[in-house]
């Protein structure tokens, strides 16, 4: 008997809308979920992929997080913000329902900004940078989480895994994009680990009482380290002012004390930045998609390679041949299915 099971990626859409859709949701909540998670399946991005259902399932039970909400745009406050009320849902929606309205407020005035509040945060963030991309246009995202991480010389949890992604469109190829978050390494990464029975690497956490730890019970009991010391630690701060005070949404640290356990998904704000390539470079010789280009070609002649290179691979085989599961990952997918809110 085969260890993994073979679903189209529609099929799997499937799957997980039917789960999504018993245990509650509208269908525009739903459908959007089911979408960035079968992205992360279908781009090997497991850490945000089926293994993420669990945990949107309790949030929804927890009642942390409105099955019934639809998203609104709120009027215009300025011609480059556009803001959007997630109504207590899910993100994934609310940045549905405002990206090709921030799309078109950054060709008009060359650049703009998303404003998202009152969300329950789920997904990757490479998924709206890509829709971005997908529209010629460049991007940055950036949202809080919960506090889970340490400041640089701190001994306890005050920022969040506070990822950022950045995009830039290049006509006939995969977008450069990226997705890091500023703690050395993403949440569900420990989790995963801690599934598998698998040591942290060295570095990547500290225990309850500020110690360096590599077990990975131990550190979601403690703190997750910054990458790169005080450069993460700074990066990490600038998005709880950027995406989290500025837009008038919670920080990290208010997000864990609202929610009150990092076992469920955290509800704050997300702000995402578009640019017009082209607006910005009028006047100056040259396009700047074809010096763009130039640079990412000599990155590659050097044998370096631009990231997100292997999500692209893996999605490519996935269009072709098909999403890989496990035999346990689809036992859990149908149990989902058959308990609804009952399963977890």
């Known amino acids: 008997m085969s260890s993994t099971v073979v679903l189209t990626i529609e099929a799997l859409h499937e799957r997980v809308e039917a789960i999504f859709s018993k245990a509650g949701l509208n269908p525009v909540q739903a459908g959007a979920i089911t979408r960035v998670i079968v992205a992360g399946e279908r781009d090997a991005c497991k850490s945000h992929g089926v293994y993420r259902i669990e945990g949107a399932l309790r949030t929804i039970k927890a009642g942390k997080v409105n099955p019934d909400a639809v998203a609104e745009l709120v009027p215009q406050q300025a ?15 609310a940045l549905e329902l405002g990206i090709p309205e921030l799309a078109a407020r950054a060709r008009s005035c060359g650049t703009a900004a998303l404003v998202v509040n009152d969300a329950a945060h789920f997904s990757a963030l490479w998924v709206e940078v890509e829709a971005l991309t997908d529209r010629g246009l460049a991007c940055l995202a950036m949202c809080p989480s919960y506090a889970t991480v340490a400041p640089t010389g701190g001994n306890k949890p005050l920022l969040g895994t506070n990822p950022f992604a950045f995009g830039w469109p290049r006509p006939g190829h995969q977008p450069y994009v990226f997705d890091n978050a500023t703690s050395v390494a993403a949440r569900g990464e420990i989790e ?17 009482k500020g110690r360096p730890t590599t077990d990975p019970e131990a550190a979601l009991a403690g703190a997750m380290l910054p990458f790169g010391g005080h450069k993460g630690s700074a990066i990490g701060t600038m998005i709880e002012l950027l995406a989290g ?20 998904y955290p509800s704050h704000g997300e702000l995402v930045i578009a640019f017009s390539p082209e607006a910005f470079s009028t006047g100056r010789a040259g396009n700047p998609l074809s010096r763009a280009e130039t640079l990412f070609e000599a990155i590659l002649g050097q044998g370096a390679r631009l990231p997100s290179q292997r999500r692209f691979l893996a999605r490519a085989k996935s269009e072709r041949d098909g999403i890989n599961l496990s035999q346990q990952e689809m036992a859990q997918l149908d149990h989902f299915l058959d308990r609804g809110l009952d399963a977890v």
């Open 79 to 93: 011609p480059a913000i556009v803001r959007v009320d997630a109504k207590g849902g899910f993100a994934n929606s």
């Open 192 to 208: 995963l680990h801690r599934r598998a029975g698998k040591p942290l690497p060295e570095g990547w956490a500290i225990d309850s």
């Open 245 to 264: 005070i500025m837009i008038g949404d919670l920080t990290s640290s208010e997000a864990l004390e609202v929610l009150g356990t990092t076992t469920l």
